[in-house]
C-alpha cells in the first residue's frame, strides 16, 4: 500500500490590527487615603467622645445611637477602602 503525502501546515500568522493599542486608563485615586483614615478616626473619635463624656457628647439627643454613627463613620471609611487600587 502506497504511503500518504505528508503535508506541512504553514505557520500562524496572526491578522494584522488596524491599531492595537494596550491603553490603560489610570484613573487618579489618590483621594481613597486620605478619605478613608479620615472616615476612620472620625468615626473612632465620635465613639471615644461618646464614652467619655457618658452620652452627653456628641449629639445628646442621640443617646445610645451615637455608636451606631460611629461604627457608620467606620463602615463608611471600609466602602471607601473598595476603591483604593
Keep these: 500500500m502506497p504511503k500518504s503525502r505528508i503535508r506541512k501546515k504553514?505557520?500562524?500568522t496572526p491578522p494584522p490590527a488596524a491599531k492595537q493599542s494596550t491603553t490603560i486608563k489610570l484613573s487618579n485615586r489618590s483621594w481613597v487615603?486620605?478619605?478613608?483614615l479620615?472616615?476612620?478616626l472620625?468615626?473612632?473619635a465620635w465613639i471615644v467622645v461618646f464614652y467619655v463624656?457618658?452620652?452627653s457628647?456628641?449629639?445628646d439627643a442621640?443617646?445610645?445611637w451615637n455608636?451606631?454613627?460611629g461604627f457608620g463613620f467606620i463602615a463608611a471609611g471600609f466602602g471607601v477602602s473598595t476603591q483604593w487600587k
Excluded: K, Q, R, S
Aim: hydrophobic share 65%.
Design 33 to 36: 487615603a486620605p478619605v478613608m
Design 10 to 12: 504553514a505557520d500562524f
Design 62 to 64: 442621640f443617646g445610645n
Design 67 to 69: 455608636i451606631v454613627v
Design 38 to 40: 479620615a472616615l476612620f
Design 42 to 44: 472620625i468615626g473612632l
Design 53 to 55: 463624656t457618658e452620652g
Design 57 to 59: 457628647l456628641p449629639i
